[in-house]
């Protein structure tokens, strides 16, 4: 049986620690800040990406991974006799996931050692799902087994991100002019959940930042007390870090037997959410 290679991409958000020890290659979008485009991750981090948008006044766009990139990183793997898992950004979030399908074509042994995982997901709710398979192939599990138990995974993943202020989100087209107009007035902070594979805003809590924090908090003791899995649960954030040792410290009070990982928002997702942007994520017991 062959070994298996995880690959995934930089909306993944993990640290370089965590890649390093479990091995895993991260193919980056790409951010293009005032006609210059940057690899998210390897050209650009995201302190620098908020200083070249204040400094230039323009809003980021992001670009998938296109299918030449995929093409070179499955066959430098095929030819080191590895098989091959590649689990990133969900397809209804980018066109990332097609493009990795466009590049098996490529490959005449695609269908027996390449699977392709489709998170239904973003930043490191892609991670839960990684992370899992990865542990789920070192218990000696097949590629098939393996595949088939991280899409088991998917629907259990649960991905939410509270937002400071809502510019990002309405000049990324995620909100309406009318929206971002009256949650200006009113300092409504919304609160992001990935639902079946699209950002869906399902709250807005109002006035300052911790009533955002708080709403969010309260969602995961709510899924705590049902059930979820405490290997990890991520807090991840976007230039937030006292918000971020916020979370810490309430979660180690209610789940205090909870593995919590810290890591901080690439510059593909910053550019579509803004400083401040923080979340819980974590993997429930049943949907």
Not at 133 to 140: L, Q
Not at 157 to 168: D, G, S
Request: with cysteine; proline share 3%.
């Amino acid at each position: 049986m062959r070994k298996i290679k995880f690959i995934t991409d930089s909306t993944s958000d993990l640290t370089t620690d965590i890649y390093k020890k479990y091995d895993i290659d991260v193919l980056p979008l790409i951010v293009i800040l005032d006609g210059t485009e940057y690899r998210d991750g390897v050209d650009i981090k995201t302190a620098e990406l908020y200083k070249k948008i204040e400094e230039k006044n323009v809003m980021p766009k992001t670009a998938a991974i296109a299918p030449k990139d995929f093409l070179i990183a499955f066959n430098q793997w095929l030819e080191k006799d590895y098989d091959i898992i590649y689990i990133g950004i969900g397809s209804k979030l980018s066109a990332t996931y097609s493009n990795a399908i466009l590049a098996m074509e490529d490959i005449p042994e695609a269908k027996e050692r390449i699977r392709l995982i489709d998170s239904g997901n973003l930043s490191t709710g892609i991670s839960l799902t990684l992370l899992h398979g990865i542990d789920y192939a070192a218990a000696g599990h097949t590629l098939d087994e393996v595949a088939k138990e991280m899409e088991r995974v998917v629907p259990l993943v649960r991905a939410q991100f509270v937002v400071e202020e809502m510019t990002y989100l309405y000049k990324g087209g995620r909100c309406s002019g009318l929206t971002y107009l009256m949650g200006k007035l009113v300092r409504a902070r919304p609160f992001l959940q990935v639902i079946d594979g699209k950002i869906e805003n399902t709250a807005a809590p109002k006035g300052k930042m911790i009533k955002g924090l708080n709403h969010q908090l309260d969602v995961f003791i709510e899924d705590y007390q049902t059930g979820i899995y405490l290997d990890r649960v991520f807090v991840t954030h976007s230039q937030t870090p006292e918000s971020a040792q916020y979370y810490i410290e309430k979660i180690k009070e209610v789940a205090p037997e909870a593995n919590i990982i810290l890591t901080e928002a690439g510059c593909v997702i910053s550019s579509h959410c803004g400083a401040g942007t923080i979340g819980i994520l974590y993997i429930r017991k049943q949907a």
